[in-house]
């Protein structure tokens, strides 16, 4: 009977170790070839709105960059819930992003039981844009400022009432804080989305709603809303005329919505890298600059570390005012 060969074992370990370092390597050849298939850009809302326009801008400008097609999905639902489920549980590998707004960090503290968790299973990219609102109201309110507005509200406590689109969404939020920062009484009159909450502004049913410059600028330059106040830290290009909160007599009072890019988390580092300096040399393109300043947006881009940072106090922020509000999800 043969003895058997000492060398097979080795021969084994050595095949196992080629076919370790090829599987080790594998990851590596991929994120160096990335992007070489379509992306998915998920947005949990639906079309028209500033997150959907942000996200097919930056889209088109991706696909003309690594050649590859950007593939808009629009999975709107459940507070934006539905669409950064299905992000978040998506393959870390890059090829599934994500474009979030304030929605987010509202979510976060409305609902007691999310199916992801947003700080562990999400990684932040980089921020877009921001949007400031515009405090508008109807021209038959006797209110000319927001000082006017307030006194306004404190002789007629619950009678003046404002428009949202809903509960917990942005719109809604902002107003209960107006509410608590000035000691006012108004009446929520909540609608589905922002379209008739609107149009129940520019009907005289509705006193007063918080919304972007984008949603508002043309009936306030016909005369069909009246602005008051822009939240932005800096008044609007479009209206400069308008004050900002802070020179209306409320400082402190800062609200509005934003957009930015996630991907799941477990995504390279290398590919959040790539992507991140491709969406901020996107942002900086003099068309992309054009966009903005014609849509009255404040371009952002900071680094994945900042907007985590941002994301944070953001929860912080909402979650005071949701909890001293009493606000519930539908």
Request: aromatic residues 8%; glycine residues 8%.
């Amino acid at each position: 009977m043969t003895a058997p060969s000492r060398r097979a074992p080795w021969r084994f370990v050595g095949i196992t170790l080629v076919a370790s370092a090829f599987v080790a390597a594998a990851p590596a050849q991929s994120q160096q070839t990335y992007p070489n298939r379509p992306i998915r850009f998920i947005v949990p809302s639906a079309t028209g709105g500033s997150n959907d326009i942000s996200a097919r801008l930056f889209g088109q400008k991706l696909a003309e960059a690594f050649g590859q097609q950007v593939v808009i999905d629009n999975r709107t639902g459940a507070g934006s819930i539905i669409g950064t489920e299905l992000a978040a549980k998506s393959s870390p590998d890059g090829y599934t992003l994500l474009l979030q707004s304030t929605e987010l960090t509202i979510i976060a503290s409305l609902f007691k039981k999310l199916p992801f968790n947003i700080t562990k299973d999400l990684a932040p990219v980089t921020l877009l844009a921001s949007f400031p609102l515009l405090l508008v109201v109807h021209p038959s309110l006797e209110a000319k400022s927001v000082q006017e507005l307030i006194a306004l509200a404190k002789a007629r406590p619950g009678q003046i009432n404002y428009a949202s689109n809903g509960n917990g969404t942005i719109s809604h939020i902002s107003a209960e804080m107006f509410k608590r920062m000035t000691g006012i009484n108004l009446l929520h009159v909540p609608y589905k989305g922002p379209a008739p909450a609107l149009t129940s502004i520019l009907a005289g049913e509705s006193n007063l709603g918080f919304y972007t410059v984008s949603a508002t600028l043309q009936n306030i330059r016909a005369g069909r809303y009246r602005a008051l106040a822009t939240s932005g830290a800096k008044r609007a290009p479009s209206l400069p005329d308008l004050p900002t909160f802070a020179e209306a007599g409320l400082p402190g009072y800062e609200t509005g919505s934003w957009a930015g890019v996630f991907v799941p988390a477990g995504t390279p580092k290398p590919i959040i890298a790539k992507l991140h300096a491709e969406l901020i040399r996107i942002l900086h393109l003099p068309d992309i600059q054009e966009r903005f300043v014609a849509f009255d947006w404040v371009s952002a881009g900071n680094t994945p570390e900042e907007f985590a940072i941002l994301v944070q106090k953001e929860m912080a922020k909402w979650t005071k005012v949701i909890q001293d509000a009493q606000i519930k999800a539908d």
